[in-house]
């Protein structure tokens, strides 16, 4: 390791996951030499990285491996890349529903092994990452992945690989349900008169400038939203609709369970 950085890291496929946390290690100060890419098409990623479209004889010492293809194309790939790992390889899979239990029989010289599951905002650093492993893997591995998701934004280690799913749930399609909102949030706001293009700029720019008075705040966003809504005022008439039945509480719970039911059953085969 260098800098915190990996010696060498070779990723096997670089799309839109992978391809994110690529760009943001490069542009935090990661050396795109030290960098080869496995992608079929053989197309560039970025200046100085090496892209291959077929696996080398060997990696060089010192290298990390990013799992960033096809959760299905694990088997094709462990083809050929079991060979090519030793014990000091760490390996860390971003591949969705492939349960560390597979990467380890597929793996089996590797000993370090981490699954992650990040979201797409990893590409401005302000991702959240996911993290499983288990004992095998050594403390200096982990440190060592936590440098490396560092420049991501925030990392969490799982204490239950179960949790993985739920956690994707959240943070891993939480992107797109926020999404929504801020549509939601600018689609109501011309509903009540606001011209829509101006609701639009004003609902996202809301959402952007709250999210970061949240994220600096000592108090929670419950106690937040307490804080700002005085009794008998506006906000406080708007958060009795949001709050009534736990309206909004009951939405996201529903949300966020359709979406972990829809993974555990594709984990299934479905
Ligand atoms: N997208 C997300 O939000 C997200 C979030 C968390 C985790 N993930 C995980 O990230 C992984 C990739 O998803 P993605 O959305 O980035 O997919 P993607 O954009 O389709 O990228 C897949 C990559 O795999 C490469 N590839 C195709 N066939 C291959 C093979 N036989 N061997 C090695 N590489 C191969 C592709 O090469 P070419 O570039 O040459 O086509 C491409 O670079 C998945 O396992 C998914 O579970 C995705």
Redesign the pocket.
């Known amino acids: 390791m260098t800098g915190g950085w990996p010696d060498h890291l070779f990723l096997?496929?670089?799309?839109?996951?992978?391809g994110q946390m690529l760009a943001r290690w490069i542009a935090c100060g990661l050396d795109p030499a030290r960098v080869t890419v496995?992608?079929?098409?053989g197309?560039a990623v970025a200046d100085g990285v090496t892209v291959v479209a077929d696996y080398p004889a060997a990696l060089p010492r010192g290298t990390t491996i990013l799992l960033?293809?096809?959760?299905y194309?694990i088997a094709?790939?462990a083809r050929a890349l079991a060979p090519l790992c030793t014990a000091d390889t760490p390996i860390m899979s971003?591949?969705?529903g492939t349960t560390l239990n597979e990467l380890r029989s597929r793996f089996a010289a590797a000993t370090d092994i981490v699954r992650a599951?990040?979201?797409?905002p990893v590409g401005l650093g302000q991702g959240v990452v996911a993290l499983f492993t288990d004992d095998r893997t050594s403390p200096a591995a982990r440190s060592h992945i936590d440098a490396l998701i560092a420049p991501l934004g925030l990392a969490e280690w799982m204490a239950d690989e179960m949790l993985f799913n739920r956690v994707t749930a959240l943070s891993?399609c939480g992107p797109a349900f926020l999404f929504r909102f801020v549509d939601a949030l600018a689609r109501a706001g011309e509903a009540i008169g606001i011209p829509a293009d101006q609701a639009a700029r004003m609902a996202l720019a809301t959402v952007q400038g709250a999210a970061n008075m949240a994220a600096g705040a000592q108090v929670s966003p419950a106690a937040l939203a307490d804080q700002v809504a005085s009794p008998g005022g506006m906000t406080r008439e708007g958060l009795n609709i949001l709050d009534a039945d736990d309206r909004l509480l009951v939405l996201l719970t529903d949300t966020l369970a359709a979406a972990r039911d829809r993974g555990e059953a594709m984990a299934r085969g479905g």
Request: charged fraction near 15%; include cysteine.
């Open positions: 096997v496929g670089c799309g839109n996951m992978a496995l992608r079929p098409s197309r960033g293809m096809k959760p194309q094709e790939v971003i591949l969705a599951m990040p979201n797409l891993g």
